[in-house]
């Protein structure tokens, strides 16, 4: 169990105090997250998912950061507020979570779900989570030892298993299987039923400290551990064994909770000493880094991002670091660095200061706090030092402003003056380099070449080479031996020069092309030589050509005071606005430093040098700063992620490859760039294939397409710094719009089939009312013929003139009535044949005066009773309709006073009756049944609806449709 020897705490305090206070390099911390930027939660771990958001774990609640802000992850279930303990993530980019309370969630950022195998969970605290290469979860517990979850089964590993111990602090995969720190030691075990355990390791097998609290996979295949009370140590695969490393023997430091490699060092998350650094090759010794001023120094968890950078939890928040790549050297214990004009640092790590107040050889101890004075202030208005060199023979050359060159032999105490028994060498020096034995000077008066014996260093004669000579100018601010014995030079205002086998060759300055003012030349691993020029940005010579790279490259300033080669293929800028990182081969430009507050350095021209570990050192205004690519991932690009895609911006996020109809087409897609160095930095190129003809440039981080057409679609997302897209991550999203139901092609045939069956249907309908309305008329006109024929016929005529006739000679009156009924009778004939329908009303009035000339001959044997309601009048029918009727009845009846006829018209629902007394003629008037023929068709055509017959022995009855405007066919 976890315990800190309480008579050494006040010692370690009081001791670490003293340390901290005379470090000599720090690296730099940031509190990124407090209590009231978590919502009042207090952070417990730390992880960065596949996508590079870093997932902070509290004791209330998960937070995902993306640079800008912390976002709140969602979740279903409110057990889940419980302190965090640890992370892990599958394959598929699920996180998973581990807590005090002895649950377990997984999720994405999206939300989170308890996580509940059918076995349960454990009822401790769960300590650490690890999924190894089989995808088989791997729990650690705080009292019921490890779980393993394979094949959607939970398993157990105890102390009834072989288990050293039921307390587990840490999980890490390893040689054999998966390693487990315990109070007792450490298990190896693996996921198979029969043979859980596979070893254990304790004191007798070499292991320094029982309790082991974290475990981590070493670079090399070998295993980091970290104890209570013997710090850390390394265990050997090949020679299964345990050693301490040198520099972390004498651990008094406490105990260790996390480690975290680097090429050639570890940091060490301590319970309460900070960060310890402790290296792994070399004459450095351990360091230790106070975050007293960022949160506290019990530091529970360590995260190395894909950056480089190091995050931390501490004692209630989190920290994030440059790590060591970036180091500061500010002071020395009451030495103060500072207005650094010349570096130079030896193999020891010892390194030597130019600056205001002298030269100084600072031994590299940070217990050194009086470094050794080798000269006095040089200029009281200039640099003063100016330039340092030690050549290949172990003498270093030191070059000032205004009081000429200095020369310390090797195994020598103090400097010596250089004098050219000439006289031409000028005594402004700002620039040393060597080839062999050539020591060649950069000066304020051309250039100069001492030839030198090693075994009479005493003796030097210099060579001097002016304007006229070859340099091309008498202003050199720079020179620079190549790989291949070339000597360069970097003039003011005639660009470059370069000296070979005995001759100068010169490179006219052109604007674009070449540089005019030259400060700094470097060269890199793969020869091309590189130089920094005044406001023009920076050149690279291939040997055929000139590339410059200047703000549109990416770079910040133009304005170069120094460049120099570094690992990883890095070229490293400097100027005021602080240090570009340029690679060599690709061009790609990055700014490490930025978030660190690298900016104003105020540098001096080549004021720069790297040791024996490949470190750059940087002098400037404020101190060194100390750049080491080993260390920092300063190329990575930005992780570019789709990060949520939703429809109408609602809050259910969609998922890839999801079909979505075609009215929920206005989509927003969300996307990231992670690049904590510099997130501001970031910018985005969008393109929605299937709609995007083009990239679009933008740098907001939300983007909307409104009313897509229906189609297949993949957004695109890439992110870069600088709009340099060369080398850029991209993120991808496919989905589908379905196309509505209605262009569909089933749906279009089955419409075009509706369609043409319509248009037949229509054709077929008007074809038939054509030839109903053909029928009609001409139904209509033979029945006009027949009424007219049977109306003019000679009988009709001769009965109508007999009895006016009579009448005449009775009754002059009736007489006159008598022809003016007539009259009116055929003029209604006229009138009416014409029409399709008239009011029931009009044809009543046609009826009495047919009627009234058919008395005038019957006198009271016809008899005619109408019974129709004042409502049906407005009804409509055939013109001359009842006038039929009411003749065949008269046609085809006896009439007479023996059996008069008596003829009824009335109305009964929607329907008209006329209806006589049936008292047929033993001789009728021949017939054709041409109009009740005519009479049926005129009603169906017009109505739809039929005449009906009724004949019974004494009673003939016709029943007919009444028509109302709203009743009539179309």
């Given at each position: 169990?976890?315990?800190?020897?309480?008579?050494?705490?006040?010692?370690?305090?009081?001791?670490?105090?003293?340390?901290?206070?005379?470090?000599?390099?720090?690296?730099?911390?940031?509190?990124?997250?407090?209590?009231?930027?978590?919502?009042?939660?207090?952070?417990?771990?730390?992880?960065?998912?596949?996508?590079?958001?870093?997932?902070?774990?509290?004791?209330?609640?998960?937070?995902?950061?993306?640079?800008?802000?912390?976002?709140?992850?969602?979740?279903?279930?409110?057990?889940?507020?419980?302190?965090?303990?640890?992370?892990?993530?599958?394959?598929?980019?699920?996180?998973?979570?581990?807590?005090?309370?002895?649950?377990?969630?997984?999720?994405?950022?999206?939300?989170?779900?308890?996580?509940?195998?059918?076995?349960?969970?454990?009822?401790?605290?769960?300590?650490?989570?690890?999924?190894?290469?089989?995808?088989?979860?791997?729990?650690?517990?705080?009292?019921?030892?490890?779980?393993?979850?394979?094949?959607?089964?939970?398993?157990?590993?105890?102390?009834?298993?072989?288990?050293?111990?039921?307390?587990?602090?840490?999980?890490?995969?390893?040689?054999?299987?998966?390693?487990?720190?315990?109070?007792?030691?450490?298990?190896?075990?693996?996921?198979?039923?029969?043979?859980?355990?596979?070893?254990?390791?304790?004191?007798?097998?070499?292991?320094?400290?029982?309790?082991?609290?974290?475990?981590?996979?070493?670079?090399?295949?070998?295993?980091?551990?970290?104890?209570?009370?013997?710090?850390?140590?390394?265990?050997?695969?090949?020679?299964?064994?345990?050693?301490?490393?040198?520099?972390?023997?004498?651990?008094?430091?406490?105990?260790?909770?996390?480690?975290?490699?680097?090429?050639?060092?570890?940091?060490?998350?301590?319970?309460?000493?900070?960060?310890?650094?402790?290296?792994?090759?070399?004459?450095?010794?351990?360091?230790?880094?106070?975050?007293?001023?960022?949160?506290?120094?019990?530091?529970?968890?360590?995260?190395?991002?894909?950056?480089?950078?190091?995050?931390?939890?501490?004692?209630?928040?989190?920290?994030?670091?440059?790590?060591?790549?970036?180091?500061?050297?500010?002071?020395?214990?009451?030495?103060?660095?500072?207005?650094?004009?010349?570096?130079?640092?030896?193999?020891?790590?010892?390194?030597?200061?130019?600056?205001?107040?002298?030269?100084?050889?600072?031994?590299?101890?940070?217990?050194?706090?009086?470094?050794?004075?080798?000269?006095?202030?040089?200029?009281?208005?200039?640099?003063?030092?100016?330039?340092?060199?030690?050549?290949?023979?172990?003498?270093?050359?030191?070059?000032?402003?205004?009081?000429?060159?200095?020369?310390?032999?090797?195994?020598?105490?103090?400097?010596?003056?250089?004098?050219?028994?000439?006289?031409?060498?000028?005594?402004?020096?700002?620039?040393?380099?060597?080839?062999?034995?050539?020591?060649?000077?950069?000066?304020?008066?051309?250039?100069?070449?001492?030839?030198y014996n090693p075994d009479n260093s005493n003796r030097f004669t210099f060579?001097?080479?002016?304007?006229?000579?070859?340099?091309?100018?008498?202003?050199?601010?720079?020179?620079?031996?190549?790989?291949?014995?070339?000597?360069?030079?970097?003039?003011?205002?005639?660009?470059?020069?370069?000296?070979?086998?005995?001759?100068?060759?010169?490179?006219?300055?052109?604007?674009?092309?070449?540089?005019?003012?030259?400060?700094?030349?470097?060269?890199?691993?793969?020869?091309?030589?590189?130089?920094?020029?005044?406001?023009?940005?920076?050149?690279?010579?291939?040997?055929?050509?000139?590339?410059?790279?200047?703000?549109?490259?990416?770079?910040?300033?133009?304005?170069?005071?120094?460049?120099?080669?570094?690992?990883?293929?890095?070229?490293?800028?400097?100027?005021?606005?602080?240090?570009?990182?340029?690679?060599?081969?690709?061009?790609?430009?990055?700014?490490?430093?930025?978030?660190?507050?690298?900016?104003?350095?105020?540098?001096?021209?080549?004021?720069?040098?790297?040791?024996?570990?490949?470190?750059?050192?940087?002098?400037?205004?404020?101190?060194?700063?100390?750049?080491?690519?080993?260390?920092?991932?300063?190329?990575?690009?930005?992780?570019?992620?789709?990060?949520?895609?939703?429809?109408?911006?609602?809050?259910?996020?969609?998922?890839p490859g999801e079909v979505f109809p075609h009215n929920r087409n206005n989509?927003?897609?969300?996307?990231?760039?992670?690049?904590?160095?510099?997130?501001?930095?970031?910018?985005?190129?969008?393109?929605?294939?299937?709609?995007?003809?083009?990239?679009?440039?933008?740098?907001?981080?939300?983007?909307?397409?409104?009313?897509?057409?229906?189609?297949?679609?993949?957004?695109?997302?890439?992110?870069?710094?600088?709009?340099?897209?060369?080398?850029?991550?991209?993120?991808?999203?496919?989905?589908?719009?379905?196309?509505?139901?209605?262009?569909?092609?089933?749906?279009?045939?089955?419409?075009?089939?509706?369609?043409?069956?319509?248009?037949?249907?229509?054709?077929?309908t008007r074809l038939n009312r054509i030839r109903r309305e053909q029928q009609?008329?001409?139904?209509?006109?033979?029945?006009?013929?027949?009424?007219?024929?049977?109306?003019?016929?000679?009988?009709?005529?001769?009965?109508?003139?007999?009895?006016?006739?009579?009448?005449?000679?009775?009754?002059?009156?009736?007489?006159?009535?008598?022809?003016?009924?007539?009259?009116?009778?055929?003029?209604?004939?006229?009138?009416?044949?014409?029409?399709?329908?008239?009011?029931?009303?009009?044809?009543?009035?046609?009826?009495?005066?047919?009627?009234?000339?058919?008395?005038?001959?019957?006198?009271?044997?016809?008899?005619?009773?109408?019974?129709?309601?004042?409502?049906?009048?407005?009804?409509?029918?055939?013109?001359?309709?009842?006038?039929?009727?009411?003749?065949?009845?008269?046609?085809?009846?006896?009439?007479?006073?023996?059996?008069?006829?008596?003829?009824?018209?009335?109305?009964?629902?929607?329907?008209?009756?006329?209806?006589?007394?049936?008292?047929?003629?033993?001789?009728?008037?021949?017939?054709?049944?041409?109009?009740?023929?005519?009479?049926?068709?005129?009603?169906?055509?017009?109505?739809?609806?039929?005449?009906?017959?009724?004949?019974?022995?004494?009673?003939?009855?016709?029943?007919?449709?009444?028509?109302?405007?709203?009743?009539?066919?179309?």
């Open positions: 169990m976890l315990r800190l020897p309480g008579k050494f705490s006040l010692l370690l305090l009081l001791f670490l105090q003293i340390m901290i206070c005379s470090r000599a390099q720090l690296p730099f911390f940031q509190q990124v997250a407090g209590r009231d930027d978590l919502k009042g939660a207090i952070p417990s771990a730390v992880f960065q998912d596949n996508n590079g958001f870093v997932w902070v774990g509290s004791n209330n609640g998960l937070f995902v950061y993306d640079g800008f802000a912390f976002r709140d992850v969602l979740f279903s279930d409110t057990v889940l507020r419980a302190p965090v303990s640890s992370f892990t993530s599958d394959a598929l980019g699920n996180i998973w979570v581990g807590y005090r309370n002895g649950k377990i969630a997984t999720g994405t950022e999206s939300g989170i779900a308890l996580f509940e195998p059918a076995e349960g969970l454990p009822a401790v605290p769960i300590t650490d989570l690890l999924i190894d290469n089989k995808g088989v979860l791997w729990i650690a517990t705080y009292g019921e030892g490890v779980y393993f979850y394979s094949n959607e089964r939970m398993y157990n590993i105890n102390t009834d298993d072989g288990l050293n111990d039921n307390y587990i602090y840490t999980l890490a995969s390893g040689p054999e299987g998966i390693w487990a720190g315990t109070d007792a030691g450490i298990a190896v075990i693996a996921a198979e039923v029969d043979r859980k355990v596979i070893h254990t390791y304790s004191t007798a097998e070499g292991l320094p400290d029982v309790i082991v609290q974290k475990i981590v996979r070493a670079s090399d295949g070998g295993m980091w551990v970290g104890m209570q009370s013997d710090g850390i140590c390394y265990f050997d695969p090949q020679k299964k064994s345990f050693h301490i490393p040198e520099k972390a023997i004498d651990w008094m430091y406490g105990p260790v909770n996390d480690i975290v490699e680097f090429a050639d060092l570890l940091w060490i998350a301590t319970e309460g000493s900070g960060i310890v650094e402790v290296p792994l090759t070399g004459n450095r010794i351990a360091d230790v880094f106070s975050l007293a001023d960022a949160g506290g120094n019990r530091i529970n968890r360590l995260l190395r991002d894909l950056e480089g950078n190091v995050w931390m939890v501490n004692s209630g928040s989190l920290v994030w670091s440059s790590g060591p790549g970036l180091k500061f050297l500010r002071q020395s214990g009451d030495f103060v660095f500072g207005n650094i004009h010349a570096l130079h640092v030896e193999d020891d790590n010892s390194f030597w200061v130019g600056n205001d107040r002298g030269l100084f050889l600072h031994s590299g101890n940070r217990n050194d706090n009086n470094p050794k004075q080798f000269l006095p202030p040089q200029s009281k208005g200039g640099p003063g030092i100016t330039s340092l060199h030690h050549d290949p023979a172990g003498n270093m050359w030191v070059g000032t402003f205004g009081n000429g060159l200095f020369r310390l032999e090797n195994g020598s105490k103090a400097l010596d003056r250089v004098v050219d028994e000439s006289g031409r060498l000028n005594d402004n020096i700002l620039g040393i380099s060597a080839a062999g034995n050539e020591i060649w000077f950069a000066t304020l008066g051309g250039v100069a070449r001492c030839n060579d001097h080479f002016s304007s006229g000579d070859g340099p091309g100018n008498n202003f050199i601010y720079s020179v620079f031996a190549d790989s291949k014995g070339r000597m360069w030079f970097g003039t003011d205002g005639k660009g470059v020069a370069m000296y070979n086998k005995g001759r100068f060759s010169t490179f006219a300055p052109e604007k674009g092309k070449t540089p005019r003012v030259v400060y700094s030349v470097a060269e890199d691993h793969d020869g091309n030589l590189w130089f920094g020029s005044a406001n023009e940005g920076i050149f690279r010579f291939d040997g055929k050509d000139f590339t410059c790279f200047n703000l549109n490259s990416g770079l910040r300033n133009l304005n170069i005071t120094s460049v120099i080669s570094a690992g990883q293929n890095q070229v490293v800028v400097v100027h005021n606005l602080g240090i570009d990182v340029i690679n060599s081969r690709t061009g790609q430009v990055s700014y490490p430093g930025i978030r660190a507050g690298i900016t104003d350095l105020n540098p001096d021209l080549n004021a720069v040098a790297t040791d024996a570990n490949g470190a750059v050192w940087i002098g400037t205004q404020d101190g060194i700063i100390m750049y080491n690519p080993e260390y920092m991932n300063v190329m990575a690009m930005p992780l570019t992620s789709v990060r949520k895609v939703s429809v109408y911006l609602s809050d259910e996020p969609a998922v989509i927003s897609f969300e996307y990231a760039g992670i690049w904590f160095n510099n997130p501001e930095k970031v910018s985005f190129r969008i393109k929605l294939d299937g709609n995007d003809p083009e990239w679009i440039y933008t740098g907001d981080r939300i983007y909307t397409y409104s009313s897509l057409r229906p189609g297949k679609y993949t957004f695109r997302v890439q992110s870069a710094v600088n709009n340099d897209f060369t080398y850029a991550n991209e993120a991808a999203f496919s989905f589908v719009i379905k196309a509505p139901f209605y262009t569909q092609w089933w749906f279009i045939m089955f419409a075009l089939i509706v369609l043409s069956a319509i248009i037949y249907f229509l054709f077929k009609l008329l001409s139904e209509k006109a033979e029945s006009q013929f027949q009424l007219l024929k049977s109306q003019v016929n000679p009988h009709f005529l001769f009965n109508n003139f007999s009895t006016l006739m009579a009448i005449i000679e009775e009754d002059t009156e009736t007489a006159i009535e008598y022809v003016g009924k007539l009259s009116t009778f055929f003029r209604n004939i006229l009138e009416y044949r014409d029409k399709d329908l008239i009011p029931l009303a009009e044809e009543l009035e046609i009826v009495d005066n047919y009627m009234f000339l058919q008395r005038k001959r019957y006198g009271d044997n016809l008899r005619v009773e109408k019974n129709v309601d004042a409502d049906s009048l407005s009804s409509l029918i055939p013109p001359l309709t009842l006038q039929l009727i009411l003749e065949n009845a008269v046609k085809h009846n006896i009439v007479s006073q023996a059996k008069p006829l008596n003829i009824t018209i009335r109305n009964e629902a929607d329907r008209l009756i006329v209806e006589n007394t049936l008292q047929i003629r033993k001789t009728s008037e021949p017939s054709t049944g041409m109009g009740l023929q005519n009479i049926r068709s005129r009603y169906q055509a017009l109505s739809g609806k039929e005449i009906v017959i009724v004949q019974t022995t004494d009673l003939y009855s016709i029943s007919l449709p009444l028509i109302y405007d709203n009743s009539l066919k179309s």
